[in-house]
């Protein structure tokens, strides 16, 4: 009996190397929380500001779309550099998430001016949930297809921190999603307010 393709995925991705496969649920786990607060937007409402100078809940998404997509090309350009330049195999099964201060990132009282290339501009909530879809595939792809490389040797800089070991930059997307699902949530208690 041959698999399905779900099954044949499956399988395939328990062969991953455990840090990919914990990148891969993480950023899963972080969709779903984005997607449970998108939901949570009455959809008249996805394309409304909360306020003057504010993002609507679709904003928050494309801005979103943007980096992941921007951040799918430059990893996957860095990596092929690295492959070049002979990146070997992955010799840790350490988990990167501990290493990483994701609740400083989560944090929004401390906040952030994106740049002018990463601002939305005005897709309307449903397109730019399937920009998102598709810019978080290119992440995961870029992630897979990598898999077992030691991805955690290899750094480029991030506009925030520096240069930062490319495992990260999967993890910085992850927690991106959860730290804007936090705004939608704010955006839905003004709405709320407002009434």
Do not use: C
């Not at 959809?43 to 904003?59: E, I």
């Amino acid at each position: 009996m041959t698999p399905s393709p779900d099954g044949i995925a499956a399988l395939r991705d328990r062969s991953l190397h455990p840090r990919t496969r914990e990148l891969l649920d993480y950023l899963d786990r972080q969709r779903d929380v984005l997607r449970v607060a998108f939901d949570g937007v009455p959809p008249p409402l996805r394309d409304r500001v909360p306020a003057p100078g504010r993002w609507s809940t679709a904003g928050v998404i494309e801005h979103l779309a943007i980096v992941e997509e921007g951040v799918a090309k430059r990893l996957a350009a860095r990596i092929a550099e690295a492959r070049a330049e002979s990146l070997g195999p992955e010799t840790t099964t350490d988990p990167v998430l501990p290493t990483l201060d994701i609740a400083h990132l989560l944090d929004r009282t401390t906040r952030f001016t994106a740049r002018e290339a990463l601002l939305p501009t005005g897709l309307r909530a449903d397109a730019a949930w399937a920009a998102l879809e598709h810019a978080g595939d290119a992440v995961r792809e870029t992630l897979k297809a990598n898999d077992g490389l030691a991805l955690g040797a290899v750094s480029m800089p991030h506009p925030r921190f520096g240069p930062t070991p490319l495992y990260y930059f999967f993890a910085f997307v992850g927690a991106h999603e959860a730290r804007h699902a936090a705004q939608i949530r704010e955006i839905v208690d003004r709405f709320a307010a407002a009434r």
